[in-house]
């Protein structure tokens, strides 16, 4: 294997990252391929989470999969503040507490890692998803052709676990900082089910997906638009620029993007910017740059 990956299992690999934390993953999921070959995952918004990110923060990862985002805030948090890492997938669930033994986290008080679904209401709810992709996994019906399955060779799959509410699991007074939700479509649910942490929390920010497509089967996105303002958040866009960006109340958000859900939008547009000039920042964003050149000149010679 490359440098930076080591062996854990016939099909689990411990990839360490250029930000030197360490992530569990399926050899033979497409999940692993960008973290096998070393290339960057979704650093725009790795990037403005780190931003919010400070020792002491209360942090939710909703929709963990195997932990990048909570192995990031880990890093940060160690003895201080607390973290909640939610992963409904069983399977997704164990790489996510290999990467907490990888990062040497795994007995911290200070960190949970739950294997639940997280929605609008508590019981029990249905995943599915395919099983050499699991970042499908969504509470939605998956409709694919079986033939474009034998073609990819994966094999739909679907399991049945315990779900909550965000209001219902967490101590009751407790603020948050910081979240991050990815769930495939299900992120209105997610935030109807976390009305009251939201109005206790002052300082909240929340770094979440936001796709046309995947909205469809739960909350259309003019209409998701419409009650993230009503909570009293802002919508920013983060750009794959690294920059984020204001939206303007009632306008079309982007169809497929990450957004940031903030109380303070001016303030948090200055902090990226000025987090943008850092040298480090600055050297990342141009690797990003020429890594990708680089792919597309090979591909058209």
């Known amino acids: 294997m490359k440098p930076g990956v080591v062996a854990a299992g016939a099909d689990v690999a411990i990839v360490r990252l250029a930000s030197g934390e360490h992530l569990a993953v399926d050899i033979n999921t497409v999940d692993a391929i960008n973290y096998l070959v070393g290339r960057p995952v979704e650093p725009h918004i790795t990037f403005v989470f780190r931003c919010f990110l400070r020792?002491?923060?209360?942090v939710l990862d909703i929709g963990a999969n195997s932990g990048l985002y909570t192995a990031i805030a880990a890093g940060v948090l160690r003895t201080t503040g607390r973290l909640y890492a939610f992963e409904g997938n069983p399977y997704t669930f164990a790489l996510l507490s290999r990467t907490l033994y990888a990062n040497g986290i795994v007995n911290?008080?200070?960190?949970?890692?739950?294997?639940?679904?997280?929605?609008?209401?508590?019981?029990?709810?249905?995943?599915?998803?395919?099983?050499?992709n699991l970042a499908t996994a969504t509470m939605s019906e998956l409709v694919i052709d079986p033939a474009?399955?034998?073609?990819?060779?994966?094999?739909?799959?679907?399991?049945?676990?315990?779900?909550?509410?965000?209001?219902?699991?967490?101590?009751?007074?407790?603020?948050?900082?910081?979240?991050?939700?990815?769930?495939?479509?299900?992120?209105?649910?997610?935030?109807?089910?976390?009305?009251?942490?939201?109005?206790?929390?002052?300082?909240?920010r929340l770094?979440?997906?936001?796709?046309?497509?995947?909205?469809?089967?739960?909350?259309?996105?003019?209409?998701?638009?419409?009650?993230?303002?009503?909570?009293?958040?802002?919508?920013?866009?983060?750009?794959?620029?690294?920059?984020?960006?204001?939206?303007?109340?009632?306008?079309?958000?982007?169809?497929?993007?990450?957004?940031?859900l903030t109380r303070t939008p001016e303030a948090d547009i200055a902090t990226v910017a000025r987090r943008r000039r850092y040298p480090r920042a600055a050297s990342k964003r141009l690797l990003q740059r020429l890594s990708v050149g680089i792919g597309e000149l090979s591909a058209r010679l």
């Open 55 to 58: 020792p002491g923060a209360v």
């Open 108 to 132: 911290n008080p200070n960190i949970a890692i739950v294997n639940k679904l997280v929605s609008r209401t508590c019981g029990r709810g249905r995943l599915n998803y395919l099983d050499r």
């Open 148 to 204: 474009d399955l034998d073609r990819w060779g994966m094999k739909l799959r679907s399991v049945e676990v315990e779900m909550t509410t965000i209001d219902a699991f967490l101590p009751a007074e407790l603020p948050v900082d910081l979240v991050k939700i990815d769930v495939e479509g299900h992120e209105p649910y997610v935030l109807m089910g976390m009305e009251q942490t939201i109005a206790r929390s002052p300082g909240i």
């Open 207 to 260: 770094v979440i997906e936001f796709i046309d497509d995947l909205l469809a089967h739960t909350v259309p996105a003019p209409e998701f638009a419409r009650y993230i303002e009503g909570l009293g958040l802002h919508i920013c866009e983060i750009g794959k620029d690294w920059r984020l960006r204001r939206c303007e109340r009632g306008a079309r958000l982007p169809g497929n993007a990450y957004l940031l």
